[in-house]
């Protein structure tokens, strides 16, 4: 029997941004970011992609509810589709005030497995002439808002955060070439996030040493 650790498992829990579909496998951030691990140690850590295009906060914790995730780390990406007005309706798919609500019942789950939550504040879509939403406001301002409140939430619940938007707003990574259509990355924003995933994972605020600590229990 080997006396190997088991992997320390990523758990990428989240919308069409984490699903990456209409891409190759290889292409998808979650692949990426398992080459980079892999590179840097290999068999250490297992990614695991949970993302569904369309999906918003009030979805993936329910789907939570019934897998396995949570045990090492569980990165948290939602909000795109909760702040989007759906056809003619006025009002976000989910509101702001239980958007937070679910995001800290998904944190709160992956603690009582004991794992650790990082959340994410995703990137901005980038859109020429961008039309209002039924609501009468610019989907990126509403990303923005919902980005500031999941920030406000990591400070207020203890929980790492990766911020996309800041990332992504970087002059280097600022056009619209990493993006497909405006909002969905392609194999190079892929990159770009991945990377930037990986850097964070690797940096001195990176939950990995209570993973690992977790792991060894």
């Known amino acids: 029997m080997s006396d190997s650790p088991s992997p320390i498992t990523l758990h990428c829990l989240g919308d069409s941004i984490t699903e990456a579909a209409g891409l190759p496998e290889c292409g998808r951030w979650t692949a990426l970011l398992q080459r980079l691990l ?17 999906n918003t906060s009030t979805m993936g914790m329910e789907r939570m509810r019934h897998e396995t995730i ?23 798919r989910v509101g702001l005030a239980e958007y937070l ?13 004991g794992g ?12 020429e002439n961008e039309i209002r939403q039924s609501d009468g406001h610019l989907y990126s301002d509403k990303v923005r808002a919902y980005n500031a ?15 996309m938007e800041a990332h992504f707003a970087d002059s280097a990574q600022a056009g619209s070439d ?6 969905h990355l392609n194999i190079a924003g892929n990159e770009v996030y991945a990377r930037r995933i990986f850097a964070f994972l690797q940096s001195a605020e990176s939950p990995l040493l209570l993973a690992e600590s977790v792991a060894s229990d």
């Open 116 to 127: 650790q939550p990082v959340l994410v504040a995703n990137h901005l879509p980038v859109y």
């Open 149 to 163: 409140a999941v920030r406000d939430l990591a400070a207020e619940l203890d929980v790492p955060l990766i911020d």
């Open 101 to 113: 609500d679910n995001l800290r019942a998904m944190v709160a789950i992956v603690r009582r497995r």
């Open 178 to 183: 990493l993006r497909a259509d405006g909002l």
């Open 70 to 92: 949570g045990q090492g780390i569980t990165i948290i990406q939602f909000g795109l589709n909760d702040c989007a007005c759906q056809g003619f309706n006025v009002k976000n």
């Open 38 to 54: 892999d590179e840097a140690e290999p068999g250490a850590y297992a990614v695991h992609n949970h993302g569904i295009g369309g």
